[in-house]
Structure formats: structure tokens, C-alpha cells
């Protein structure tokens, strides 16, 4: 934990303070692993480890640890847990739930570290999600007043998505399951099904809802908000260039404005994020980037002239964000970096 709250810092010696903590840190997991059974807590160490790796750019790490808890997790049977029986309030009611709140956990980051390019084509650590997986309780849930033993109470699936009241983590988890479904119908090269119609509108509705409930506040609901955005790009960029479309201008027309409107309104997020952030705590900022740099690369591609002044604003935006980002995580200044690099040569092969 003191790991995740550490700071870069554009001095040497204080990174490199960090980076030497990071080591130890990492040294220590696998001593542990390579001599003590698999357990929860081994796996809830492992998340925050890949966490920290994959939010300070270390991707290929990031992707070890995930699989290495992954395997963890099965190995204790985490993969088939369901939520609890017991009383609520129990101590054994808690570690049911916290079993299910780290499986989810776990499903979610190793989806997350998925969005990276340079994850594309390698499986994933975790199961596809089930649409009868069970919603993970909230943080506030566990830490009820453990006096008041109650009956268990009826809990909903994942695959709920038009319930009301879903906290973060529950929302969080809801966007993975749409992206998961997105993700297995592209790799199944069925871009073109009917069932891809479906997908997109319940990532619309689902995004719609948590849009609602953000209600202009920052720093609730980010991740759902990444994989929401993510999954709609993917999406609609999947069938923008599947060649069965080339000839049906209608469907064409359909993706090129969708992929124009998630653009736009990531734009959006970024200047008010932009105007907003000198009031932000930023302890409290998400790594949650996926969707800023996939909306920067949209932007890029699309570009009809780059000396647009309204084009260079909204660009400009972009890449604010991202810059107060990595003060927080390493991750965005080297997203920033490359997306940089990117605009350059686009630049140099228009000229």
C-alpha cells in the first residue's frame, strides 16, 4: 500500500527511492510466493502490485503479476466463488465477499492492462466474465457494524446492467463484463453479428446511467467510465473497417459518427477536467487512461488539417490532461510521449 501512494518526482533521488522501494516490494512477493501456499491475501497483494506496475508504465510486469495471481486465484478455487450464504456480518460472510470483491478485482485489472496495443493478441490471465457472475459489494458494504447479524439478501448478477443504485466497483464491474463481451465477439471475428448491435447499446445505456450518476463530481466512476468508452471504440472501429461494410455507406456513416461523437465528448471531459483540476485532490486520481489516449489517437486520425486552431485546442486539451496525470502516474507522460511522437509524423507525411 505505501507503494501505490508514492509520487513520481522530477528528482533523481526521490525516484529513485521509489524505484528501489518497488524492487524490494517486488523481491519480497515472490520470496513469499515461491515459499507460502496461495491465499487471498497473496492474491490481493498481487493486484496492488500490478496496479502500481501497469499505472507507472510497466506493462510487461504488469501483465506477469496478473497472470501469476491468476493462477493463484484458481489454484484456490477463487474462479468458481459465489457470494456468500452466511450471515451478514459474520466473519465468515466477510471472507466470502472479500474472496468475490478481489475476483473481480483481479478479472478487472487484467482486462485493463489489456487495452494496451502491446497486449494485443496474448490471452488473459482470468475467465471470460459470466453474465451470471454476482456484483461485488461496495467497500461501505464490508464495513458495515458487524453487531447486526442480518439474513442474506438477494443479490443481483453482473449482466443487470439497468439496475439502479450501483455503487463504483459495482459499475466498474458491470463496464468490464459489456468490454469482455465486446472483446470475445471481435476475437471470434464475428464483428458482424446482430448480437454486436446489442452489445453497443447496452454499453450506451450502461455509460448514459454512470454519466447520470457522476453528476459533475470527479474521481467516482473513472474505471467504468474507461471501459465504457474503450468498449464503444473498439466496437465501433470493428465494424467501421470489417470489409462487409465497405459498400453499405449507411452503416459507414452509422460507425464515423459514433466514433465522432465519443471523440467529441472524451474532448469535452478534458477541458472540463482541465478547468476543474486545480481544485482536485491528487491523491484521489484514477490511472484510468485507456480512453483519453484511444480519443487522442481517434483525433489524430481523423485530422483534415492540422493547423486547424479548433483542432489544435482540442488536442492541446488531450494532452493538458494527460500532463497532470503523470504527475500522479508515470503511465501518462509516457502516453503523452508517444502520442507526441504520433502527431509528428502524421504531420511530416501530410507535408
Same mark, same amino acid.
Given at each position: ?54 499505472? %507507472? ?21 477463487? %474462479? ?5 450464504? @452466511? ?7 466477510? @471472507?466470502? &465477499? ?16 489489456g487495452c494496451d496495443p502491446q497486449m494485443h493478441g496474448r490471452p488473459l490471465a482470468t475467465r471470460p466474465i459470466r453474465e451470471d457472475d454476482y456484483l461485488p459489494l461496495e467497500s461501505y458494504d464490508l464495513d458495515r457494524d458487524s453487531n447486526d447479524l442480518l439474513e442474506p439478501t438477494f443479490r443481483y448478477f453482473v449482466s443487470a446492467t439497468s439496475l439502479p443504485g450501483v455503487g463504483t466497483f459495482g459499475r466498474e464491474a458491470q463496464a468490464t463484463y459489456l468490454f469482455d463481451r465486446v472483446r470475445l465477439a471481435l476475437e471470434s471475428g464475428d464483428a458482424m453479428a446482430n448480437n ?28 467504468? #467510465? ?10 465501433? %472501429?470493428?465494424? %467501421?473497417?470489417?470489409? +462487409? ?9 452509422? #460507425? ?11 474532448? +469535452? ?11 482536485? +485532490? ?21 485530422? &483534415? ?10 488536442? +492541446? ?26 502527431? @509528428? ?7
Amino acid at each position: 500500500m505505501r507503494l501505490v501512494t508514492q509520487h513520481p518526482s522530477v528528482d533523481p533521488e526521490a525516484d529513485q527511492d521509489r524505484e528501489v522501494l518497488y524492487l524490494a516490494t517486488k523481491t519480497l512477493f515472490a520470496q513469499v510466493q515461491a515459499f507460502m501456499p496461495s491465499s487471498l491475501f497473496l492474491v490481493q497483494a498481487g493486484v496492488i502490485l500490478g496496479h502500481y506496475e501497469h499505472a %507507472h508504465g510497466m506493462i510487461e510486469a504488469a501483465y506477469v503479476t496478473v497472470g501469476t495471481c491468476g493462477r493463484m486465484a484458481c489454484a484456490i478455487g477463487m %474462479h468458481n466463488k459465489q457470494c456468500s450464504a @452466511e450471515m451478514q456480518g459474520t466473519d465468515a460472510w466477510v @471472507e466470502d &465477499e472479500e474472496v468475490l470483491c478481489t475476483w473481480w478485482g483481479l478479472m478487472i485489472l487484467d482486462r485493463v492492462i489489456g487495452c494496451d496495443p502491446q497486449m494485443h493478441g496474448r490471452p488473459l490471465a482470468t475467465r471470460p466474465i459470466r453474465e451470471d457472475d454476482y456484483l461485488p459489494l461496495e467497500s461501505y458494504d464490508l464495513d458495515r457494524d458487524s453487531n447486526d447479524l442480518l439474513e442474506p439478501t438477494f443479490r443481483y448478477f453482473v449482466s443487470a446492467t439497468s439496475l439502479p443504485g450501483v455503487g463504483t466497483f459495482g459499475r466498474e464491474a458491470q463496464a468490464t463484463y459489456l468490454f469482455d463481451r465486446v472483446r470475445l465477439a471481435l476475437e471470434s471475428g464475428d464483428a458482424m453479428a446482430n448480437n454486436l448491435y446489442h452489445i453497443g447499446r447496452d454499453l450506451q445505456n450502461l455509460l448514459a446511467v454512470v454519466m447520470e450518476q457522476v453528476a459533475g463530481r470527479w474521481g467516482v466512476f473513472c474505471g467504468a #467510465t474507461q471501459m465504457l468508452i474503450t468498449g464503444l471504440y473498439n466496437l465501433h %472501429h470493428a465494424v %467501421h473497417v470489417h470489409p +462487409d461494410i465497405n459498400n453499405q455507406m449507411t452503416y459507414k456513416e452509422a #460507425t464515423e459518427l459514433a466514433l465522432n461523437t465519443l471523440t467529441r465528448m472524451v474532448i +469535452d471531459i478534458a477541458y472540463a477536467f482541465n478547468r476543474e483540476c486545480g481544485n482536485y +485532490d491528487i491523491e484521489l486520481l484514477h490511472p484510468a487512461l485507456a480512453h483519453i489516449v484511444r480519443c487522442a489517437q481517434q483525433h489524430i486520425l481523423t485530422a &483534415e488539417d492540422f493547423n486547424d486552431p479548433q483542432w489544435l485546442e482540442d488536442f +492541446d486539451q488531450l494532452r493538458k490532461a494527460l500532463g497532470y496525470f503523470n504527475r500522479r502516474w508515470v503511465l501518462a507522460g509516457m502516453e503523452l510521449h508517444r502520442l507526441n511522437e504520433t502527431v @509528428e509524423m502524421s504531420m511530416a507525411l501530410r507535408m
